[in-house]
């Protein structure tokens, strides 16, 4: 029998407990158990008609056991649940249950099952041998080979090698020692009456992770192979221990080792205020302090980790606790296990959020129809007329082999750039493969003919919104490859184009000039030079007339700091891990260009796009005529505003309110013609310079704000375009005042 709470728990939370008895599921335990289908015995989901009628979706679902008859774990079982609807190479939720538990009745009152079907979220489940969990180090192979299912050969589903873990009892504490050897493959984590090895946990956390080709190995020491044998990590960056790789994890229960929680806070870089009752189940929760952070793996985004603390046991086995848990762990996404230099914590994709959606789409294919599926993001920025009067620029994304839009999509964190910079994000997805549970391009008519079908339509539900001259393919790996080719197939369909880490294509002699960009990594299965000699060819240029545009500007070769990763070009950190060459034509046009990115596997890195985005995209449009142009110069990425004074009194609607928009200093805001200048869709009466050009005074007639609120803090946003050169930008400078009414 389960103790009783051994604190006092939100009132809320206590009724929540209380009612359980009253719950109902949409299947019993008994029914659930009968289900069960022998995963061996599955036939291979290959068949080339099933495979198109189904698409981007895992081939088998409903509820199977899996018996391992080789390799580590040999003999040994593991139970899945794969809700209707999963995706190929979905995020999965491992669970480990406390010995002796009835699985199937854990499942079903719990809230799991339910859970999971709600919310398309595959569960692992991982069993101990004869219903008892062995010492860790009897557990360490069979934890693994559950969690490898995609690598290990296994063909019935598919994974993306990133998991959220749920973990109870002794069962919990083998699944947490493993997270803690393996933090790069945790998205994020919450155990329940934990009694881990924090001794344990610590030890793990020493180690380093070390480059190695494509991926991230275990070393109890930084030292690695010549140039820098024998001193810290001896590559361009510092490696990176095990406990600086932050994993959001939550944990309940009295019995928590004090060890356990310290080595938890300290991963997440904890601060010191802690919110009370704040987390899930009423725990205490501290959040992470990102202030000259070392985490790579928050070091990209807005994404702040966390870890919450309960000090008192909980009845777990209720959906309305299952609940909690899983909104508090779906929080979260990740990137990439492969290197902790590429390694990305995110916020997850919120599928209900306005202008997000998911398209299947049924394609004639090789005599075939095929089932197709695109994902595209519009924010509510793109779609504010005040900012983009002519409409917003379009990146069409194309994923790397294996790269399943849902994946893609999930961990690329592009949804936090286009609400920044303001442009939308389209990813059609690729086929399913001969395999069944994976997915990929056959660059080839079939992929040009679905894009454009794509492009048709998002033009017909959001065209409004999209700036045509401003329309941008990006391919990541095999998705470059794809670029290349739609470049050559279409070449005016995409204004400009970019690869990252993607390889080349010799183009037909004739094929028109287009722009193109390349990134790849210091570590890249992809060769920098893969690109150059079609492209050189097509758009007429020498590789000695390279001109480095951006210099190599870490302080040392080896061994820099990691902070020139998360804080780049920075006072403290003056310097980034780019290399740049650009290959300009007659004209002065950058027609090539390429960057070497320092410490950067074959990944597709946030940081990556975001430069792709500044120093690329933002640059290329087209004229009237529908020539490709190039804008130099574009807007400072931040814009101050000043409302003077910062109190506004509308109790008299007579007169002016005046506000001074400031940009950084050596940027001229006289370079731009500055137009559409509004606020709270009252429109500027006046704007003048300083002498400097750094800063612009706009007034605006106090009678046309009666829309604003009184407060304290109220926001006060100035919209507006800048213009040059036949290009239109967004202008968006935010303040607060207080308005009195």
Not at 701 to 721: C, E, H, M, R, W
Request: charged share 15%; glycine share 10%; net charge neutral.
């Amino acid at each position: 029998m389960h103790r009783v709470l051994h604190r006092m728990l939100p009132v809320v939370m206590l009724a929540i407990l209380l009612m359980s008895s009253s719950l109902t599921f949409a299947i019993t335990a008994p029914e659930l158990r009968a289900s069960m289908r022998d995963a061996n015995q599955l036939p291979s989901p290959t068949n080339v008609d099933e495979r198109a009628a189904r698409g981007n979706y895992l081939p088998y679902t409903g509820y199977f056991e899996e018996t391992y008859t080789t390799g580590a774990g040999a003999g040994r079982k593991a139970r899945f649940y794969i809700p209707q609807g999963s995706f190929v190479r979905n995020y999965f939720l491992a669970i480990a249950l406390p010995s002796g538990t009835d699985v199937e009745t854990f499942l079903v009152n719990s809230g799991w099952i339910d859970t999971a079907d709600a919310n398309t979220l595959p569960l692992m489940i991982l069993l101990p041998e004869n219903g008892q969990w062995g010492p860790y180090a009897q557990e360490q192979a069979y934890i693994g080979r559950v969690l490898n299912g995609y690598q290990s050969g296994r063909r019935w589903y598919s994974i993306y090698g990133e998991f959220y873990l749920a973990g109870y009892g002794d069962g919990g504490d083998r699944l947490q020692q493993w997270a803690g050897e393996n933090p790069l493959f945790v998205i994020s984590q919450a155990y329940f009456d934990s009694n881990v090895d924090a001794a344990a946990l610590a030890a793990a956390g020493e180690y380093y992770y070390v480059p190695s080709g494509q991926t991230a190995l275990t070393s109890p020491g930084p030292a690695v192979t010549a140039p820098g044998a024998g001193v810290p990590c001896g590559v361009t960056f510092e490696c990176v221990k095990k406990k600086d790789v932050p994993v959001p994890t939550d944990l309940f229960g009295s019995s928590t080792p004090a060890g356990a929680i310290a080595y938890w806070k300290y991963s997440n870089e904890c601060g010191s205020t802690v919110m009370a009752g704040a987390g899930a189940l009423g725990s205490d929760v501290c959040w992470q302090n990102k202030v000259n952070s070392k985490a790579l793996a928050t070091g990209y985004s807005s994404v702040v980790s966390r870890v919450s603390v309960l000090n008192a046991h909980v009845e777990y086995v209720d959906p309305r606790v299952t609940k909690q848990v899983y909104d508090s762990l779906l929080t979260y996404t990740r990137y990439t296990n492969s290197s902790a230099w590429s390694n990305a914590l995110g916020w997850k994709v919120n599928r209900n959020m306005p202008g997000f959606q998911i398209v299947d789409m049924i394609r004639p294919e090789n005599g075939r129809n095929v089932k197709r599926q695109y994902w595209s993001y519009v924010p509510a920025k793109v779609q504010d007329k005040r900012l983009f009067p002519n409409g917003a620029p379009v990146i069409y994304a194309f994923g790397g082999n294996g790269n399943a839009v849902f994946q893609y999509f999930e961990s690329s964190q592009y949804i936090e750039l286009a609400d920044t910079y303001g442009f939308s994000v389209v990813m059609p997805g690729e086929h399913t493969g001969n395999d069944g549970v994976t997915t990929t391009w056959s660059i080839n008519e079939n992929d040009y003919q679905f894009i454009l079908a794509v492009m048709q339509d998002m033009n017909g539900k959001y065209g409004q919104y999209f700036d045509q001259k401003r329309i941008y393919a990006f391919g990541h790996s095999q998705g470059g490859a794809l670029t290349n080719f739609l470049s050559e197939r279409d070449p005016n369909l995409f204004t400009a184009y970019s690869v990252n880490a993607g390889g080349g294509r010799n183009f037909p002699a004739g094929t028109p000039p287009a722009p193109m960009y390349g990134i790849y990594g210091e570590y890249d299965s992809a060769n920098i030079l893969s690109g150059r000699t079609g492209w050189f060819a097509r758009n007429g240029l020498n590789v000695a007339d390279g001109v480095t545009t951006d210099p190599f500007d870490l302080p040392a070769r080896f061994n820099n700091p990691v902070q020139y990763l998360i804080y780049p070009d920075t006072p403290q950190y003056p310097g980034d891990q780019y290399e740049t060459t650009t290959w300009y034509n007659a004209s002065g046009m950058p027609m090539f260009a390429e960057t070497l990115a320092y410490g950067k596997e074959h990944n597709n890195t946030v940081s990556s796009f975001r430069r792709t985005w500044l120093e690329w995209y933002n640059h290329w449009s087209r004229d009237s005529a529908g020539n490709r142009i190039y804008a130099a110069a574009t807007p400072p990425a931040s814009v101050s505003l000043q409302v003077v004074p910062g109190v506004l009194n509308l109790r008299s609607t007579a007169g002016l309110v005046t506000s001074v928009i400031t940009v950084p200093a050596g940027v001229d805001l006289r370079q731009w013609s500055i137009s559409g200048l509004t606020m709270a869709g009252a429109p500027a009466v006046s704007t003048a310079y300083a002498s400097d050009g750094r800063s612009m005074v706009v007034t605006f007639n106090k009678a046309q704000l009666s829309s604003l609120p009184a407060g304290d803090n109220v926001p006060f946003t100035i919209s507006g375009q800048f213009n040059r050169d036949g290009f239109q930008w967004p202008l968006s400078a935010a303040a607060a005042v207080k308005v009195m009414k």
